[in-house]
């Protein structure tokens, strides 16, 4: 299948500062990438929708000034965390869809703890 | 409305067949997806289901699709212990961001040796 690279796939901040996390598809163009946060022992819960060259589209709750969304390119969406706080501790999963195969694939996922 | 829900739990001995069920509820779902995952990992792929297709078969794995009731099965035959893992069902909906999957709640199983 198609590949998504996500990096890091780790990282620990400190409270207040921001993170950014690429999602990128290595082998295909991907002019739709999904945002997902996982809490430990549960689903994945849809942040956002992130079309290439337009606003990602806001899943309800979410709030877009604290997860800021940038998909400037058909093989690059980046996720910023502003002002991390230790609640928005998670894993945050991308995936991207392949329109010619009309399936998404994931990345490996980051883990961010916030201290 | 989305809602796709899941049991929590499956343990099953090396060697038998895993049956993992889902319910969903949207009805203009296109695509019915398995997704595996590991410990600190992704999501991989597993296999899917065009909502017209009632059953399809991938190796060790079967998926069977009963539209009517809403209900979807993964069966893994010749279970092994590298299938510990959670496994999510999800389908596909159309929205007008485009198509977006809703994940159920994910199935723990556990392979006993």
């Known amino acids: 299948g198609a590949v998504v690279s996500q990096h890091p796939s780790w990282v620990i901040c400190k409270s207040g500062t921001s993170v950014k996390i690429e999602c990128r598809s290595l082998?295909?163009?991907?002019?739709?990438m999904f945002w997902y946060r996982q809490f430990p022992k549960q689903s994945l819960m849809l942040m956002a929708t992130s079309n290439e060259g337009s606003k990602a589209t806001y899943e309800q709750g979410v709030e877009k000034d604290k997860f800021l969304i940038n998909h400037a390119s058909l093989t690059l969406s980046t996720l910023t965390v502003t002002s991390a706080h230790p609640e928005d501790s998670s894993f945050y999963i991308c995936?991207?869809?392949?329109?010619?195969?009309?399936?998404?694939?994931f990345g490996q996922g980051t883990r961010l703890t916030v201290v | 409305g989305e809602d796709v829900e899941q049991s929590l739990f499956l343990s099953v001995r090396e060697g038998d067949s895993s049956v993992i069920n889902c319910t969903y509820t949207?009805?203009?779902?296109?695509?019915l997806y398995w997704y595996k995952q590991e410990p600190g990992a992704g999501l991989q792929l597993l296999t899917y289901?065009?909502?017209?297709?009632d059953m399809k078969q991938d190796q060790r794995l079967t998926v069977l699709l009963n539209k009517k009731d809403k209900h979807l099965s993964l069966r893994i035959a010749d279970t092994q212990t590298g299938d510990s893992a959670i496994y999510f069902c999800a389908e596909s909906i159309s929205s007008a961001a485009g198509n977006k999957l809703t994940f159920g709640g994910g199935t723990r199983v556990l392979v006993k040796p």
């Open positions: 995936s991207a869809r392949d329109p010619g195969l009309q399936q998404a694939f």
């Open positions: 289901i065009f909502s017209n297709m």
């Open positions: 082998d295909f163009q991907a002019t739709t």
């Open positions: 949207d009805s203009s779902s296109t695509y």
